[in-house]
């Protein structure tokens, strides 16, 4: 729940972690999109609304775009509410003891392009915001082939994907006391989010691996998210989502069909905190969150498999 005016909404994962060189290149919005891909990278990476509720918002005038205006294209888009963006995260790592090799390296990059609308400039309807964002990633699994650890640590490694990442419409009520979205969601945008975690390169950081299924990068899921603030300073969210990425079910390369359908899994989701931001300027924040999911999970020690997981962070 990252703080600011306005919110950059690439959204999680993403590299901010390598061995050896990063290449990061903004084709659309330049350097400050690049929390786009980094879920814990706040260093100007999101916005809550005026209440405090985090939420997805365009890309802010005054953010640097490599290509400028685009001949007059994004203001013109602005002024009706729109925004269009796009990424480019490389990571080019190599590995030089131990794990798995040490006689390679690893290339791989991440294209994103979104685009957001906000309802009120064109339709006079306040609150709702439409988003959009494709994504497509190639090149080697870093810890596939040279480390061998267990969470990763480049948050663009995958195994490849095109996909429609995140499409969603969101909608603000009671002068923002309240946040409901609908759609294909990176769970991690709204839950489990640590604000100050992007420069660090374990991606242990941006949320715990101990979340078993969090639909997050590179499966985001259907699902839906409330969130609340009923107090100044006090938020509590929660969120059900598709949970078949358990079952071997990729999301994030598919639409809603296993939501309502086979594998039937849920990922349940909570989360509540206090929230301040000091006379400096900074924000500190403290959270507590529950998870619970309904699919079945082979056990750490070989001993077979059980039920539904609940953990809490």
Excluded at 89 to 102: E, K, Q, V, Y
Excluded at 162 to 179: C, I, N, S
Aim: glycine share 16%; net charge negative.
């Amino acid at each position: 729940m990252p703080e600011g005016d306005e919110r950059h909404l690439r959204r999680e994962p993403r590299s901010n972690s390598i061995l050896l060189a990063g290449l990061l290149c903004g084709l659309l919005t330049g350097a400050e999109a690049l929390r786009a891909q980094t879920p814990a990278d706040a260093t100007d990476t999101g916005s809550e609304d005026r209440t405090g509720l985090p939420t997805a918002a365009p890309a802010g005038d005054g953010a640097f775009h490599a290509a400028g205006d685009l001949l007059g294209l994004r203001p013109w888009l602005a002024s009706r509410g729109m925004s269009l963006e796009a990424l480019v995260l490389a990571d080019l790592s190599r590995n030089f003891r131990g794990g798995i090799s040490t006689g390679k390296e690893a290339f791989r990059h991440l294209l994103e392009v979104s685009f957001t609308l906000a309802t009120e400039p064109l339709f006079g309807f306040a609150g709702g915001t439409f988003f959009v964002d494709f994504q497509t990633q190639e090149g080697r699994h870093g810890t596939e082939t040279l480390v061998g650890d267990f969470q990763g640590f480049s948050n663009i490694d995958a195994p490849g994907f095109t996909a429609l990442y995140e499409v969603w419409y969101e909608q603000v009520f009671l002068d923002g006391k309240l946040r409901l979205k609908l759609g294909k969601i990176d769970a991690n945008n709204e839950f489990a989010f640590v604000e100050h975690g992007g420069p660090l390169i374990n991606s242990s950081a941006g949320f715990s691996p101990t979340i078993l299924g969090f639909p997050t990068y590179p499966n985001p899921a259907t699902g839906a998210v409330l969130f609340g603030s009923p107090v100044e300073g006090l938020y509590v969210g929660s969120g059900i989502f598709d949970g078949a990425t358990q079952a071997g079910q990729p999301t994030g390369t598919r639409g809603p069909s296993t939501l309502f359908g086979e594998p039937s899994d849920l990922f349940l989701i909570a989360e509540a905190g206090l929230r301040r931001t000091t006379a400096g300027g900074r924000l500190r924040r403290a959270g507590l969150g529950v998870t619970h999911h309904t699919g079945t999970f082979d056990r750490m020690d070989g001993s077979g498999s059980n039920g539904g997981v609940a953990e809490g962070a």
